[in-house]
């Protein structure tokens, strides 16, 4: 498969700095609406606000088939918060030692390019699937999908109807043979937790009611509570010891609830990123990142307050937030007020969500993987953070986290190169990912 026009239209979406906010994502729906145009490619574009906009194209299937959805991808990126550190200039595209350097490379522009790369060659086919094959590119992501994937659905609803979608934070390689598929994402409940206390003069505290002091005690213990005393539930441990094809005592020490902090001290020391992604994976986290309290330093603070970010599994509701919060601040709960984070002020509420773990769809992905790498497995992966996928989800469509990567790119280094320093993908990543998703829908859409 063509590899060269993929690159020169990754570097142009790099170069075209759609950064969110503002995103103005319709420089780069536009120049991707050209590319496709001289592959005799329709698409449609809808633009959702100013200088917002969203692409969509499909091949219509010849029977009443499945639908499968390349994409949601978006085109926005992420800011540059330090350029000076970067090698090279973040929004130049340049292309050395095998890898496209630029913000977005990786999340998620090198899945835009690979997508249209894999749709034009299927088109150039003449391929024939047995339902839709639609492609679907979006704008605000990296700001919550109002003017991208949610709005699409809201306003669009039939054209970007499906059954199946594959789009980001899949194809991580894992250990040999073994890639990530991205089976879903932990929701988000941030809190805010306020404390009283008695204003009094700073030059005389003994025996003070003092609300900071509430709140920094808060942060202890939420803090211990997350780290060994949160509710274990091993069921995505599980789907990852197995799709590893781990021994059994390892397998017993990631999902016995009773040896897993065990483990997981032991592993901080060799791989604390894995020990973060193991802890995460196996329980609600709650990290109080926001702390307020006190205006002069010689009085003592009557009121206090601390945010927490906090990530849930699928299936845990707010009902369970609050409950566990208040187990973590334990007789200090009478004191507080828990309430939720409203947009204004920077809230964030989503669920949990997850697909189905095994189905004829996820064969055919593992059979596009092992087409390029024989022998491979999937091992399905629950998201820390969130995607447009929830959105999907919550209407019912089966969707995954689903490219290939090259096993020089461990995790660990991925983790920190999305929206970090230096952020860029392989070439053979690209070359990868573009095979990946022309054989599934040789595979799993052909007759
Ligand atoms: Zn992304």
């Known amino acids: 498969m063509e590899t060269e026009g993929t690159i020169s239209l990754l570097v142009q979406l790099i170069q075209n700095k759609c950064v969110n906010p503002p995103g103005n994502e319709m420089t780069s729906i536009k120049t991707i609406q050209k590319y496709l145009q001289e592959h005799d490619i329709e698409s449609q574009v809808f633009e959702s606000a100013p200088n917002r906009g969203n692409l969509i194209a499909s091949i219509p299937g010849t029977e009443n088939g499945p639908k499968l959805m390349f994409g949601p991808s978006h085109v926005d990126v992420v800011p540059v918060e330090n350029p000076d550190d970067w090698e090279v200039e973040p929004f130049s595209g340049v292309v050395k030692d095998e890898y496209v350097w630029g913000r977005g490379a990786l999340d998620m522009l090198y899945i835009v390019v690979t997508q249209i790369q894999a749709f034009i060659k299927l088109h150039q086919e003449n391929f024939k699937p047995r339902g839709d094959l639609i492609l679907l590119i979006v704008a605000d992501e990296e700001a919550g999908g109002i003017y991208g994937a949610e709005w699409m659905l809201k306003n669009q609803p039939e054209l970007v109807q499906t059954d199946y979608l594959v789009t980001e934070a899949g194809g991580l390689f894992l250990a040999p043979g073994k890639f990530v598929v991205m089976i879903g994402e932990k929701g988000g409940a941030w809190k805010r937790i ?15 009611d003092n609300a900071a002091a509430k709140a920094a005690q808060a942060i202890t213990q939420i803090t211990r509570y997350c780290d060994s005393k949160m509710p274990i539930t091993t069921e995505y441990l599980g789907y990852l010891a197995q799709g590893m094809g781990l021994g059994f005592v390892q397998r017993l020490m990631l999902t016995n609830r009773r040896f897993l902090s065990f483990s997981l001290k032991n592993l901080k020391k060799r791989d604390p990123q894995m020990a973060r992604v193991i802890h995460g994976l196996s329980r609600m986290t709650m990290s109080p990142n926001i702390v307020h309290g006190g205006t ?80 491979s497995k999937l091992v399905p992966f629950i998201m820390p953070a969130v995607s447009d996928c929830r959105f999907f989800r919550e209407s019912g469509v089966q969707a ?21 320093t230096d952020e860029r993908v392989s070439i053979k990543t690209i070359d990868l990912s573009q095979k990946a998703y022309y054989n599934l829908a040789r595979i799993f859409l052909g007759k």
């Open 194 to 208: 306020s404390f009283k206390g008695t204003p009094g003069h700073g030059s005389m505290p003994y025996g003070s």
């Open 296 to 375: 002069k330093v010689n009085v003592i603070p009557a009121k206090a307050y601390i945010d927490v970010d906090i990530r849930t599994l699928p299936k845990q509701d707010d009902e369970y937030v609050v409950d566990q919060l208040k187990k973590a601040l334990g007789p200090l709960a009478e004191e507080a007020t828990i309430k939720s984070l409203t947009a204004e002020e920077g809230g964030f509420t989503s669920y949990g969500n997850a697909s189905d773990v095994s189905s004829e769809f996820v064969d055919a992905m593992e059979k596009a993987v092992q087409k390029e790498v024989p022998g």
């Open 400 to 420: 995954y986290g689903f490219s290939l990567f090259d096993p020089e790119t461990p995790m660990s280094h991925l983790s920190e190169l999305a929206h970090g």
